[in-house]
C-alpha cells in the first residue's frame, strides 16, 4: 500500500525576518518538496510565499504560490544531486519565464511544461504566480512512456486544453486534496501518476497511439509483466520473453534504452527492499531479500549498492526515528 504526507508552510518578510532569512527558509522549503536552487527576490520590500507539499513513495507534488522570484538550479547543484526527476510545472496563475538546454519556455497561466532535474535552469515568474509542480523519478517516467530522454519535450509549454487539459486537472485536483485525504490517495491512486505522466509526455511529443510492436508497445508489456513477477527469484528472461510473445533478442532490443530486462527487474526489487525497510526497519535484512525476490543475500546486498550507492544496512540506519510506515 502506498503511503503520503502533506506539508505545509508560508514565508515572510517581516520587521524580524529579512528577505535574505526569508529567502533562506524558502530555499530549504523548495529544496526539500521539488529540487535544490538557488533564490532571489526580482522586487524590493515585502515578499512571501505559500507551499503545500504531499510527498509520496516516489513522487511528490507541490502547489506553491509566491511573489515575484528568480530560481535558478545551477550546474553544481545538478552535479550534486543523488537522484534525477521529470519536472513538470502547471502554471495557474501569472506568468513563468525558465530557460533550460538552450530553450527559453514562455509559460503563462493555463499552461504546462515539462523540464529535467539533470540540466540546469533559470526561471524567473511574476507577482503573486501560483503553480503545481509534479516531480517524479526520470527513470520511472521514460519506462512508462517508453521514451529515451532526448524524445522529451523539455522547455516546450503547452495549453491545457483538450486531453493535456485533463492530465493537469488531474494533478491539480491532487495537489489541492486536505491532508487526511492524502494516504487514502496514495493508497489508491500513486500508482496512476508516473502512468499520467507519460501521458503527458506522450501527447506533448504528438503520439497519440503506442509505437510499432517491437518498441513501445513490446517495452510497455514486458514492464507490466515484470511488475506481476519481480519478486519471484525463479524469474528467467527466456520466461519474460515467452509471456511477451517475443524472442530474446527482441526483448534486449526493446529493453535496451531502459538497461535490459535484467536491470529492471533488479530496480523494481531494490524499490521494494526499500519500501519494505521503511515500513518495517527491524525486520531482518535476509528476510527482506527474500520477500523482494532475490536469490541470495549476497545478490541483495549488490544490487542495492549498485542502485543506491548505499548498503541494506547503511540505508537502515539513515532512516529517521518515526519513518516506520511512511
Keep these: 500500500m502506498g503511503n503520503a504526507a502533506t506539508a505545509s508552510a508560508e514565508v515572510c518578510s517581516s520587521s524580524g525576518t529579512s528577505a535574505r532569512q526569508a529567502f533562506e527558509q524558502w530555499e530549504a522549503l523548495l529544496a526539500d518538496a521539488v529540487v535544490p536552487t538557488s533564490i532571489e527576490p526580482l522586487a524590493d520590500g515585502h515578499w512571501h510565499g505559500r ?6 513513495d516516489r513522487s ?15 550546474k553544481r547543484q545538478v552535479e550534486q544531486a543523488s537522484a534525477e526527476f521529470l519536472l513538470v510545472n502547471i502554471v495557474e496563475e501569472g506568468s513563468n519565464w525558465t530557460e533550460q538546454n538552450g530553450r527559453l519556455a514562455d509559460t503563462p497561466a493555463g499552461s504546462i511544461v515539462f523540464f529535467d532535474s539533470a540540466r540546469p535552469l533559470d526561471s524567473r515568474t511574476t507577482e503573486n504566480a501560483v503553480s503545481t509542480i509534479v516531480r517524479a523519478p526520470m527513470r520511472l517516467v521514460l519506462e512508462h512512456a517508453g521514451l529515451v530522454r532526448d524524445e522529451l519535450p523539455i522547455a516546450t509549454p503547452m495549453p491545457t486544453t483538450g486531453a493535456l487539459g485533463v492530465v493537469a486537472s488531474f494533478f491539480r485536483g491532487l495537489a489541492a486534496l486536505p491532508s ?11 500508482s496512476e501518476i508516473a502512468g499520467m505522466l507519460s501521458s503527458a509526455v506522450l501527447l506533448a511529443t504528438g503520439q497519440t497511439s503506442p509505437a510499432p510492436s517491437d518498441s513501445l508497445y513490446t517495452r510497455q508489456q514486458v514492464i507490466a509483466f515484470l511488475r506481476k ?14 509471456a511477451c510473445l517475443v524472442s530474446r533478442r527482441t526483448l534486449y532490443r526493446v529493453c535496451e534504452d531502459i538497461g535490459g530486462p535484467a536491470a529492471l527487474v533488479r530496480r523494481m526489487r531494490v524499490e521494494h527492499a526499500r519500501r519494505l525497510l521503511r515500513a518495517d526497519p527491524t525486520r531482518p535484512l535476509s528476510a527482506i531479500a527474500a520477500a523482494s525476490g532475490f536469490a541470495s543475500d549476497r545478490h541483495f546486498y549488490r544490487a542495492f549498492r549498485e542502485e543506491t550507492g548505499l548498503t541494506p544496512g547503511q540505508f537502515r540506519t539513515q532512516l529517521e526515528p518515526g519513518t516506520a510506515g511512511r
Design 51 to 56: 507551499i503545500s507539499t504531499t510527498k509520496f
Design 60 to 74: 511528490s507534488l507541490t502547489l506553491m504560490a509566491a511573489s515575484a522570484q528568480r530560481v535558478m538550479r545551477t
Design 180 to 190: 487526511e485525504e492524502t494516504s487514502r490517495a496514495a493508497n489508491i491512486l500513486e
Design 229 to 242: 513477477r519481480y519478486t519471484d527469484p525463479e524469474l528467467t528472461v527466456d520466461e519474460v520473453a515467452h
